[in-house]
């Protein structure tokens, strides 16, 4: 017994580091950022509660920024999802010419982001629509979720296909009744995955255009945030902060509980 109560307090031990970085460096900031969007400015820091955010929610820039977002969210992540899936596919049912190049799927993880910038702004010059950062984003992801979709294919041992096929189970009764369910929460991790990077395109969309103030189709929260802080702002900067971990909290545990349905 003492052997075993021993053994439990070396693992909490272990995880102590990690949770003291979690609470200095997450916790205790985000409680600043939640204090800040609480109050009228830095100095005076009287309270007016939600003011802060009625105002951040009635802006049209962050309304424009909200909605440009949630629209890289429905058109870019479906778009990188399918590809992955086919090629994931195609990888693990070994098709030689697109094993020949699985290489450049995980290129675009190593290849430093402004040198790809580069390219994109001499091929897309002309272009006056959100395609380019919808096309970038779906470049720079593509090899993460190919490698953790593939793993989940190849992950299926083939007897169990072996014995679905002696009992008759035709290709699609495979596909619909084995391989969908058994990778499926591979599949929903790899789009929470997504949607989350998603919110992470600032950079690359910052290189493109070159400039805090992008057109209106590619202007996100990442842009109306970087603002706030450049006008020295931290009230809106604090309010749109949280608003947004609050929408990116949203769809998480939406993703969470749909494929805790789906597992049932």
């Known amino acids: 017994m003492k052997k075993h109560l021993k053994w439990n307090t070396k693992c909490k031990l272990c995880f102590l580091p990690s949770l003291i970085g979690t609470a200095v460096f997450f916790v205790v ?3 600043r950022v939640l ?7 830095q100095f005076r ?3 007016v509660w939600f003011d802060n955010y009625i105002k951040t929610l009635t802006n049209k820039y962050f309304l424009l920024s909200l909605k440009n977002s949630l629209l890289l969210i429905a058109i870019a992540v479906p778009i990188l999802m399918v590809l992955a899936l086919v090629i994931s596919l195609a990888l693990s049912y070994g098709i030689k010419w697109v094993r020949k190049t699985r290489f450049a799927f995980v290129l675009p ?3 430093p982001t402004a040198s790809i910038v580069l390219i994109w702004r001499s091929v897309f010059a002309d272009s006056s629509t959100a395609l380019p950062i919808y096309l970038l984003f779906i470049w720079k992801n593509i090899g993460i979720c190919i490698v953790l979709l593939t793993a989940a294919f190849t992950s299926i041992e083939g007897s169990v296909f072996e014995a679905a096929r002696l009992d008759g ?8 009744k084995i391989t969908i369910p058994m990778v499926a929460p591979t599949v929903f991790f790899t789009a929470l995955l ?3 990077n998603s919110f992470k395109i ?3 969309s910052y290189l493109f255009y070159g400039t805090n103030y992008p057109p209106d189709h590619s202007y996100t929260l990442q842009y109306y945030m970087n603002n706030n802080f ?8 604090a309010t749109s902060a949280v608003l947004t971990s609050i929408l990116v909290f949203g769809i998480v545990m939406s993703g969470i509980f749909i494929q805790r349905r789906f597992d049932r």
């Open 29 to 31: 900031p985000y409680m």
């Open 35 to 41: 204090y800040y969007s609480l109050i009228d400015n």
């Open 45 to 47: 820091r009287n309270f």
């Open 109 to 111: 993880m190593v290849i």
């Open 169 to 176: 189970a035709n290709s699609l009764i495979l596909h619909t």
């Open 194 to 196: 997504s949607i989350v």
């Open 202 to 204: 600032f950079k690359e």
């Open 230 to 237: 450049l006008k020295l702002d931290y009230q809106s900067l």
